[in-house]
């Protein structure tokens, strides 16, 4: 393959000339119109960018007088033309391209200020699919990419935040910007448009129901800068990909210190499993420690719903994050606020909770404006070396399944409604996990064992410490319900939660030996139903 070199040096220091200036977002647009017009800077543009600096009252070239051909099919072209991509592309210290400039009248373009449609807030939105496809731009990636890639010569921006660094950029240096910034600048533009294409690309592929598209690319947009990641010597940064999925992503930070790595981490774990109590049939608080539950209840009201899940596992929640599944209120904040919390997210937050949340400054309060749909559909992903794992999201939800009873006994009304709690916390343990669960409230969590045997005994033994901890006769797995994510393989798993006190258990089912574990069941009088669905959580 043969390699296209032009081993021409760039020059530090370009001067802005010409501009060229198309955007959606105006967001700054006419003072920085203002400001490129007082330095004596030609201001090309289009639209309705055109429009509003024709507006403000200053000079402005439609850019069909420059390219000879009108604006047509609804403005799908207008930039689209050798003038302008060639006055965006041409090496200027290249003779053969000065002369085919002068050939065909092309005049050098300096600066271009372009963004983009804003195809995500459409699909965001629910637009219907000739309306999003309608908002796929193509003139601004088109001229952005061909700006970006003559970066020695030409300023590309794409943001509104860059704005201000570009002006400060000309004060300096007599209207020049330098290399470094044109560089940083095109690096930018093509993380922009790299995300938009990632977006449009996964758009189709959901719309046309493609589970595997031949490339796959996520994208998103920085939100913030971390001090550190998962450790003091990691680097992180938290990035959006513009789903209006309710959440740490979308949350208001009303006070406390900016969210760590592991805090965002948690936190998203912590509202996704408390939006599996929906607020309408009852008040729901989920306690997270290591993006794990330690304590899940549900209550007549919020701050019970509260108490009842830190009863779980009171020691585990120090320094934990709480989800609540309503808005919170003065009462329940006021009891948060005795035990050391890490963060507090809600729907919503009532003035009163505010206050009394601001008694403690470093407490994290995250307003998230609603709760995530648990029946959603959607992508989620982690990296392997070299790769990329991405599925979709476990939306399964237990009220949607039909349960098999298999053993003798079926389970009563409160076993049934406990072993369905169970089972929907059990979704959001690491797995091998396994919950038991006693009138809407955890009563032993034992998460991300290599055994499942294990995580049984040791969801016991936590709720051995915390009947202790609370002066219980006895621990709460007594007469509970037990689910477990994935099949039970063996006897021993059902034993070890017979030994704790459970009387029902819900579980996939799917074992070679399921009717070994059914056997087992039926020995001991516990009911036993199978879900068909199970909920791998690593």
Same mark, same amino acid.
């Given at each position: 393959?043969?390699?296209? !070199?032009?081993?021409?040096?760039?020059?530090?220091?370009?001067?802005?000339?010409?501009?060229?200036?198309?955007?959606?977002?105006?967001?700054?647009?006419?003072?920085?119109?203002?400001?490129?017009?007082?330095?004596?800077?030609?201001?090309?543009?289009?639209?309705?960018?055109?429009?509003?600096?024709?507006?403000?009252?200053?000079?402005?070239?439609?850019? !069909?007088?420059?390219?000879? &051909?009108?604006?047509?099919?609804?403005?799908?072209?207008? *930039? #689209?033309?050798? *003038?302008?991509?060639?006055?965006?592309?041409?090496?200027?210290?290249?003779? $053969?391209?000065?002369?085919?400039?002068?050939?065909?009248?092309?005049?050098?373009?300096?600066?271009?200020?372009?963004?983009?449609?804003?195809?995500?807030?459409?699909?965001?939105?629910?637009?219907?699919?000739?309306?999003?496809?309608?908002?796929?731009?193509?003139?601004?990636?088109?001229?952005?990419?061909?700006?970006?890639?003559?970066?020695?010569?030409?300023?590309?921006?794409?943001?509104?935040?860059?704005?201000?660094?570009?002006?400060?950029?000309?004060?300096?240096?007599?209207?020049?910007?330098?290399?470094?910034?044109?560089?940083?600048?095109?690096?930018?533009?093509?993380?922009?448009?790299?995300?938009?294409?990632?977006?449009?690309?996964?758009? &189709?592929?959901?719309?046309? !129901?493609?589970?595997?598209?031949?490339?796959?690319?996520?994208?998103?947009?920085?939100?913030?800068?971390?001090?550190?990641?998962?450790?003091?010597?990691?680097?992180?940064?938290?990035?959006?990909?513009?789903?209006?999925?309710?959440?740490?992503?979308?949350?208001?930070?009303?006070?406390?210190?900016?969210?760590?790595?592991?805090?965002?981490?948690?936190?998203?774990?912590?509202?996704?499993?408390?939006?599996?109590? #929906?607020?309408?049939?009852?008040?729901?608080?989920?306690?997270?420690?290591?993006?794990?539950?330690?304590?899940?209840?549900?209550?007549?009201?919020?701050?019970?719903?509260?108490?009842?899940?830190?009863?779980?596992?009171?020691?585990?929640? &120090?320094?934990?994050?709480?989800?609540?599944?309503?808005? #919170?209120?003065?009462?329940?904040?006021?009891?948060?606020?005795?035990? &050391?919390?890490?963060?507090?997210?809600?729907?919503?937050?009532?003035?009163?909770?505010?206050?009394?949340?601001?008694?403690?400054?470093?407490?994290?309060?995250?307003?998230?404006?609603?709760?995530?749909?648990?029946?959603?559909?959607?992508?989620?992903?982690? *990296?392997?070396?070299?790769?990329?794992?991405?599925?979709?999201?476990?939306?399964?939800?237990?009220?949607?399944?039909? #349960?098999?009873?298999?053993?003798?006994?079926?389970?009563?009304?409160?076993?049934?409604?406990?072993?369905?709690?169970?089972?929907?916390?059990?979704?959001?343990?690491?797995?091998?996990?396994?919950?038991?669960?006693?009138?809407?409230?955890?009563?032993?969590?034992?998460?991300?064992?290599?055994?499942?045997?294990?995580?049984?005994?040791?969801?016991?033994?936590?709720?051995?410490?915390?009947?202790?901890?609370?002066?219980?006769?006895?621990?709460? *797995?007594?007469?509970?319900?037990?689910?477990?994510?994935?099949?039970?393989?063996?006897?021993?798993?059902?034993? !070890?939660?017979?030994?704790?006190?459970?009387?029902?258990?819900?579980?996939?089912?799917?074992?070679?030996?399921?009717? $070994?574990?059914?056997?087992?069941?039926?020995?001991?009088?516990?009911?036993?139903?199978?879900?068909?669905?199970?909920?791998?959580?690593?």
């Amino acid at each position: 393959m043969a390699v296209i !070199s032009k081993k021409i040096p760039a020059p530090d220091k370009v001067e802005i000339k010409t501009a060229l200036i198309s955007v959606f977002d105006k967001t700054g647009i006419v003072d920085l119109a203002h400001a490129l017009s007082a330095r004596g800077v030609r201001l090309l543009s289009t639209g309705g960018t055109f429009k509003a600096i024709t507006a403000a009252g200053l000079a402005v070239t439609d850019v !069909s007088e420059v390219t000879g &051909f009108p604006e047509i099919m609804d403005g799908r072209v207008k *930039t #689209l033309h050798p *003038t302008v991509h060639g006055g965006l592309l041409a090496i200027r210290d290249d003779s $053969e391209h000065q002369d085919a400039m002068k050939q065909h009248g092309i005049e050098g373009i300096d600066l271009a200020v372009i963004n983009l449609y804003p195809f995500e807030e459409v699909r965001a939105a629910g637009g219907d699919y000739p309306t999003t496809v309608e908002n796929i731009d193509i003139g601004g990636p088109a001229m952005i990419r061909a700006s970006a890639k003559n970066h020695a010569y030409v300023t590309t921006l794409t943001d509104p935040a860059d704005y201000a660094e570009l002006l400060e950029q000309l004060s300096a240096d007599d209207g020049k910007t330098a290399y470094a910034f044109r560089q940083r600048m095109a690096a930018k533009a093509y993380a922009r448009t790299a995300a938009y294409d990632a977006i449009i690309s996964n758009w &189709f592929a959901e719309a046309l !129901s493609i589970d595997t598209p031949r490339h796959r690319v996520i994208g998103g947009a920085l939100k913030e800068e971390m001090r550190y990641g998962e450790n003091p010597h990691q680097k992180a940064a938290f990035y959006v990909t513009g789903e209006r999925r309710p959440g740490v992503s979308t949350a208001a930070l009303l006070q406390g210190k900016q969210l760590s790595y592991n805090n965002i981490n948690d936190t998203d774990a912590a509202y996704e499993l408390v939006a599996e109590f #929906l607020p309408e049939k009852a008040p729901a608080c989920a306690i997270i420690k290591h993006a794990n539950p330690c304590g899940v209840a549900t209550g007549s009201s919020l701050v019970e719903a509260y108490r009842r899940a830190l009863a779980c596992d009171s020691v585990s929640a &120090f320094g934990g994050i709480i989800a609540l599944n309503r808005t #919170l209120d003065a009462e329940t904040a006021e009891e948060i606020v005795k035990l &050391f919390t890490e963060v507090i997210i809600a729907p919503d937050v009532t003035e009163e909770a505010k206050a009394i949340v601001a008694r403690k400054p470093n407490l994290r309060l995250l307003s998230a404006g609603g709760l995530p749909d648990p029946r959603a559909a959607g992508l989620t992903a982690k *990296t392997v070396s070299g790769g990329l794992l991405v599925q979709s999201r476990d939306n399964g939800m237990v009220e949607d399944l039909e #349960l098999k009873v298999v053993t003798r006994r079926a389970p009563m009304a409160q076993e049934l409604d406990d072993m369905k709690f169970a089972f929907k916390v059990g979704k959001h343990v690491k797995s091998n996990a396994v919950v038991y669960a006693k009138d809407g409230q955890t009563a032993g969590i034992g998460a991300g064992q290599m055994s499942r045997v294990d995580s049984a005994r040791i969801a016991a033994l936590k709720a051995e410490e915390a009947a202790k901890a609370l002066g219980l006769a006895v621990p709460m *797995t007594h007469g509970s319900a037990v689910a477990s994510e994935a099949f039970l393989p063996f006897a021993d798993g059902l034993l !070890s939660m017979i030994a704790a006190g459970a009387t029902a258990v819900i579980q996939p089912g799917g074992s070679m030996r399921d009717q $070994e574990v059914i056997d087992a069941a039926n020995e001991h009088g516990v009911a036993m139903v199978f879900t068909g669905m199970r909920h791998f959580r690593h």
